[in-house]
């Protein structure tokens, strides 16, 4: 059974959305309640291939945006995901995976979605109306202007999202917002703009669909880009990973196999005396150094094995 809305109707703000690219009708899906399962499909894999169009061209800003967040992390700031309904999930998502695949502190890349947690597993839309909950959730974390704000909101109104880079851009934080919405639509004053140009959804209005892939293909390219340039990656290994169950143990004694030439026992040994850091053991390995010289060496080179290796005059094949 259908459930009746629970917005209050009588307060609401009458914003006027039907002019924003998100929200027109798609001439495509005009009959997608008539047509066959076949052709359903067909129309939704022809049109998911706008997100990866929408990435490339939007690839100057997002460039830019992981060389500013690099700065600010490199620095001691920290990253922040924000973003209300699908958004939020997004950065929720994004910043989760941050700890597993670069061993980063879960402090160092932060996810707020309105209505907090529970939002992951219940709808609740109505709370990104809240312009004021947004800067509490950031206060509560302790945000300040070292730190770096990415801003999530495909229709680029959403007062929760809008009003937390506000007051980033208040304090002097680095704040960036995701859209997918043109510059016709809606003029936006943030430091860095990134617009992901996805056209209208084949469900009207569902930027669940289009405008959410893109999203999760700049996170992805965002995220990964700044961990490359913290030193987390080496080649295109992810040194760094956090050895917290038996498949990354596996991947981290076959990169340790791969770049040193040794065996599985080999590999698990140097774990072993590295306190599992993979990226410790190579250099251990290496320069033939203990653990306690490979961590000041890493320390004095920014955490990276690149140029701890370059700085001894050594290299891997």
Known sequence: MDRAPSYNLTRAKKVNRGTLLTEKSNNRSNE??????????????????????????????????????????????RLFYIGAGTSGRLGVLDAAECPPTFCTSPDLVQAVI????????????????????????????????????????????????????????????????ITSVPEVDLKLQYDIIIRLITGPELVTGSTRLKAATATKMTLNIISTGVMVKLGKVYKNKMIDVSISNSKLLDRSTRILIELLGVNLEEAMNLLKLSNGSTKNAILMRIAKLSYNDAVEILARNDQSLRKSLEGLGLELI
């Open 114 to 177: 309105a209505g907090g947690y529970k939002s992951l597993v219940e709808s609740s839309e109505k709370q990104e109306d809240d312009e004021y909950s947004s800067i509490n959730d950031l206060q509560i974390r302790g945000f300040s202007e070292n730190d770096c704000l990415v801003g999530i909101t495909a229709g680029g109104t959403t007062p929760y999202v809008l009003s937390a880079l506000d007051y980033c851009k208040r304090i002097g934080g680095l704040n960036i917002i």
């Open 32 to 77: 997608l309640d008539s047509i066959t399962t076949s052709e359903l499909v067909d129309i939704f894999v022809d049109e998911d291939k706008k997100p990866q169009e929408a990435v490339s061209n939007a690839k100057d800003q997002i460039t830019i945006a992981i060389d500013e967040i690099f700065l600010k992390l490199k620095h001691g700031g």
